[in-house]
């Protein structure tokens, strides 16, 4: 099993800046990816990004240039710096930890940016 607990979730104005961590504790193995995705009511979970333990990144083309993924893999803790915030990113944000044992989720947090 692997616990994801997330954090800073907030309400901003647009062009505004938040940053969500999450941390992951639990059965964390090499070979993983951690990551961000992002939900509204009535829309399918979309991918923002995640990060491979390499280093390797994949991004959500509406975010490249505003977000920026990162981890510390000594804390198993991935990053999302999100800056130049728009309405359009207001969300539901959930953390994934993926690996070939499993696919894990945490509870989300609530991101809202005002115009």
């Known amino acids: 099993q692997v616990q994801l607990v997330e954090s800073g979730g907030d309400f901003v104005q647009a062009g505004g800046s938040l940053r969500l961590s999450c941390a992951a504790s639990?059965?964390?193995?090499?070979?993983?990816?951690l990551g961000w995705y992002r939900q509204t009511p009535g829309k399918q979970r979309e991918l923002v990004a995640d990060?491979?333990?390499?280093?390797?990144?994949n991004y959500s083309d509406s975010v490249k240039g505003r977000f920026t993924i990162s981890r510390d893999n000594s804390k198993n803790t991935v990053y999302l710096q999100m800056n130049s915030l728009k309405p359009e990113d207001t969300a539901v944000y959930y953390c994934?930890?993926?690996?070939?044992?499993?696919?894990?989720w945490g509870q989300g947090t609530q991101v809202t940016v005002s115009s």
């Open positions: 990060m491979g333990r390499d280093g390797t990144t």
């Open positions: 994934n930890f993926r690996a070939y044992y499993g696919n894990y």
């Open positions: 639990g059965n964390i193995f090499s070979n993983n990816r």
